[in-house]
Nanobody
Framework: QVQLVESGGGLVQAGGSLRLACAAS????????MGWFRQAPGKEREFVVA????????YYADSVKGRFTISRDNAKNTVLLQMNSLKPEDTAVYYC????????????????WGQGTQVTVSS
């Protein structure tokens, strides 16, 4: 089992920045690829970004490329999501996820999920 706890969400004006953190506990954190997904009201959960177990590869949704940056610290069992130039359409609950499959962009690729943290971007 892997337990994931997100933090760092909040309310920010358009153009602002937030940094989300996901703290992991349980099984060996470095065995897992980590992803961030988000879900807005009335919409399906969508892929945002993922990072391989060693941080060697990262993958971004087109909608966040150039604005969001994912990183991980395996020594601290933490993954960070730096979000810059935020837009109202980034408003959603953001979820951290851990998985060991080759795929990374679908919820089914992940085995463990956090409870989510709300990000609200005002215009």
């Amino acid at each position: 089992q892997v337990q994931l706890v997100e933090s760092g969400g909040g309310l920010v004006q358009a153009g602002g920045s937030l940094r989300l953190a996901c703290a992991a506990s349980g099984r060996t954190f470095s065995d897992y690829a980590m992803g961030w997904f988000r879900q807005a009201p009335g919409k399906e959960r969508e892929f945002v970004v993922a990072i391989r177990w060693n941080g060697g590869s990262t993958y971004y949704a087109d909608s966040v490329k150039g604005r969001f940056t994912i990183s991980r610290d395996n020594a601290k069992n933490t993954v960070l999501l730096q979000m810059n130039s935020l837009k109202p359409e980034d408003t959603a609950v953001y979820y951290c996820a851990a998985g060991r499959r080759y795929g990374y962009s679908w919820p089914k690729d992940y085995d463990y999920w956090g409870q989510g943290t709300q990000v609200t971007v005002s215009s």
